[in-house]
């Protein structure tokens, strides 16, 4: 199978490094900024194109990894499943509804798969978590809570040309740095059915238009609750930290790390050495087995373990907190 990568900043260099590393071919790279494409042809193999246009034109292929700012993730999506690619999204899977619309339609047509970069399913804290869960040694769960705490200044913003602005990055904190963590709740709880929030720029006022920060209390199908806060006002990256409450005891994932308590004093904790680490540590170390199951399943035939419309049970719940932060009432998040 021939891969496509549209968008070569930071994140595409994970994308490559871990294609590479599992065998696969690149044949073409693409950027509005025609060196950096170069870059990563000269180093992986491919040629390099400055339009996704072009390089689609121009390539025969069968998956595109499109590794670009968030507004372009899905009309760049339709037009390679018009083209009749697979394809891999890093996060956020749309910006607005009307767009999630636009991209499961298009896949319908098209039937092709659409898979989307929630890698930190594939930590081995999580694997180990959800194993756990499901054997009932704990008991129902009860509900969760959930911190991001990070680090982002104004540079980041600044330096981009497109981060910090509703239309290109389409939020803050929430659609950028912790909506992995919210995927972690909806992939270890269930279904989100409904949810309050509030929302707040703290350090970043001036500089940008979206949030620094967000907190929501979330319930979901089971009727078990979650407490959620994110920002990037801390002074550092700390680790993730998401806590799920049993009948009978409770597991806490912080970083790499998993501590069970149980009943009688029971207590275990675990430190998973991350495998196959790229890229900047708050990213996680997932990506490569990611793209391996995303691969294997396209050369089975079977469906991704992470498909488009799985990805927008969390992509939901996040626009519900935007638009309960925006009215000041609790709203639904299962639509």
């Not at 992939?187 to 238009?209: C, M």
């Not at 078990?224 to 409450?245: E, N, R």
Request: net charge negative; proline share 4%; glycine share 8%.
């Amino acid at each position: 199978m021939k891969t496509l990568l549209v968008g070569c900043g930071s994140i595409a260099q994970v994308h490559a490094q871990a294609l590479h590393q599992l065998g696969r071919e690149i044949a073409g790279f693409a950027d509005i900024r025609p060196e950096r494409a170069q870059k990563m042809a000269d180093t992986y193999g491919g040629r390099a194109y400055a339009s996704l246009d072009d390089m689609l034109a121009n390539e025969q292929a069968d998956v595109l990894h499109i590794c670009t700012p968030h507004y372009l993730h899905v009309p760049m999506a339709v037009a390679a499943l018009e083209k009749g690619l697979h394809v891999l999204m890093e996060k956020p899977p749309a910006i607005v509804r009307e767009e999630e619309s636009t991209l499961f339609r298009a896949r319908e047509q098209a039937k092709k798969q659409v898979g989307v970069c929630f890698q930190n399913r594939y930590n081995p804290a999580t694997v180990q978590a959800l194993s756990l869960l499901q054997t009932g040694k704990l008991g129902a769960i009860k509900g969760a809570r959930a911190f991001v705490t990070w680090k982002r200044d104004k540079p980041y913003y600044t330096e981009s040309g497109w981060r910090g602005a509703w239309k290109t990055e389409g939020g803050g904190v929430l659609i950028n740095q912790s909506i992995h963590t919210l995927d972690l709740l909806c992939y270890l709880l269930g279904d989100p059915v409904q949810v309050s929030a509030t929302t707040a720029n703290h350090h970043l006022q001036g500089v940008i238009e979206v949030e620094d920060s967000a907190e929501a209390y979330i319930t979901f199908a089971g009727g078990q609750t979650a407490l959620f806060y994110a920002t990037t006002a801390h002074c550092t990256d700390a680790p993730v930290y998401v806590q799920i409450v049993c009948e009978k005891g409770t597991v806490t994932l912080e970083g790499d790390d998993m501590t069970v308590t149980g009943e009688n004093g029971y207590l275990t904790h675990t430190h998973f050495a991350p495998l196959h680490h790229v890229g900047k540590d708050c990213w996680g170390a997932s990506h490569l087995m990611l793209m391996q199951d995303f691969y294997d399943c396209l050369e089975k035939g079977k469906a991704f373990g992470i498909p488009y419309e799985d990805a927008c049970r969390t992509l939901n719940l996040m626009l519900g907190i935007y638009e309960s932060a925006r009215t000041g009432q609790a709203v639904p998040c299962d639509r």
